[in-house]
Every structure is written in C-alpha cells, then in structure tokens.
C-alpha cells in the first residue's frame, strides 16, 4: 500500500487509536477521534475524558513526543483484512491561545459535531504513513 | 466499569490492538487477534504478518516487556461508545518446544479457524483491567 493510500483510508476512518510511551517505558493506548489536514492529525481531549487517569497521553507527549496511531478494519474473512499507521511526533497546543488550536478545533467540529472540546488539542506531525491489506 | 466487566467485553471482541515500546521510547501499534485465558492473553504471528516490519512488537517486548492492549466500540452515538484496556507484561514463547504454547495455539484456532501459525505465540500476563463506557 502506498504511503498516499495508506493517509486516504486513515482519513475515511471515524476512529483510532493512539499510542505513546512515558519516559518509564510504559506503552499507553486510548481510542479517539480525529480529523486531519494534510499530514497532520487533530485529536481533543474533550469533558468526557478529563479524568486524571485519561490524561496519561498528555504527561507521555510532555516527556516523549514519539507516538504512533492505528487504525484498523477487522472481518472474519481474512481476506478483507486491513490496517493503516501513522507514525510522528505529537504537541499539546492550548485552546484558548493557539491559532492552530481553534482551527483544528473547527475541523474536529465539523466531522463530529457531538463533541464538546474542553481541554487540550493534540497535533500529530505524521512523518510516516504505512499500510497493510490482505487484499 | 469493573475489572470483571472489562475482561469479559475484552473476551467478546475479535480483534485487539496490542501497544510496545522499545528501548528508544517510540511506541509502536498494531491489531491482533487473540484469545483469552483467565488473565492472560495469547496472539501468534501468522504467515501473512511475517516481514521485517511486523516483528518489532517483538524486539520491543524483548529489551521491555510493558504491553497495552485496546478493545473499543465506537459508533457516532457517542452514548454508545465503550473501550476496555489491558496494561500487562509480555512474554515470546517458542512454539516448538513449549507446552504453553501448544495450548495457546490450540485456543487461538478454535476461535480463528482460519489462522495459520507460523511464528511465536506471544503470551500476555495482564496486570489490570480498565474499561470506560458511555452507558
């Protein structure tokens, strides 16, 4: 799968999961919702997820900004297998004071207008897209 | 979300994602399939998933055994939305000659009768069951 295809099917998705490691080495993995321009991705940490416990990807991202994203589409038929995987750097912007912040904001809006940002944005800067179908 | 009901969504799902991170901190992502067994959690990589690239989960469990493994639910009613998450320590058995492992085979074949195991079964002894749901 090209890289090209790999970034299309990702962006088709309305779920991923995102996974970053603290400086103790622990790999932490939570689902979210995103949106993306370009090569970049956009995710919220919205009400819902405030919880200290959830806030864990944003102390890993503080101390190591290495993260890599999955999405992914399962079938019993193995031969309709496919996943796709973003690897990049990720930074913790501020809503109230970041122009990036609010348009990645809009753009989160847009595709899922259920939700209610309320805490930090995370920007993705994908340095690499790789994808795997069976197909 | 009890730990109770968190394993038992986790034992419902047909595919996981499984979290490493290497000795240079980068995490690294990929879905698995995998069966339960009490508290612990067998995945074999197959034929298909055999290049180079795939078996970083590997060379990362083996310098850090820290693993997290992600089950979610998502649909755009986000009341409906769930997740169960599985933080534990990661173990490479030898299929030839371990007996844990032969029982790992067998229990991954009776629920993937369409998977052929061609490599090492992973074996995850998990520490804690976290779940969150919208419901």
């Known amino acids: 799968m090209t890289p090209e295809e790999a970034r ?3 962006a088709g998705a309305r779920v991923a999961r995102l996974a970053t490691a603290g400086t103790d080495g622990r790999p932490h993995i939570v ?4 949106a993306l321009a370009g090569d970049r991705i956009y995710s919220a940490v919205d009400q819902k997820r405030k919880r200290t416990t ?3 990807r ?3 991202i503080a101390s190591n900004p290495s ?3 999955l999405v992914d589409h399962y079938e019993d038929d193995w031969g309709k297998l496919w996943w796709v995987r973003a690897d990049g ?3 913790v912007l501020d809503p109230d004071r970041d122009e990036e912040s609010r348009e990645a ?3 989160l809006h847009r595709r899922y207008p259920q939700q209610r940002v309320a805490g930090a944005v995370l920007a993705v800067d994908v340095e690499r897209w790789i994808g795997w179908s069976a197909a």
Not at 31 to 34: E, N, Q, R
């Open 8 to 10: 299309d099917r990702f």
């Open 31 to 34: 689902p979210i919702v995103f």
């Open 54 to 56: 959830a806030l864990r």
């Open 58 to 60: 944003l102390t890993n």
């Open 67 to 69: 993260v890599s994203l």
């Open 89 to 91: 750097r990720a930074r």
């Open 105 to 107: 904001i809009e753009l």
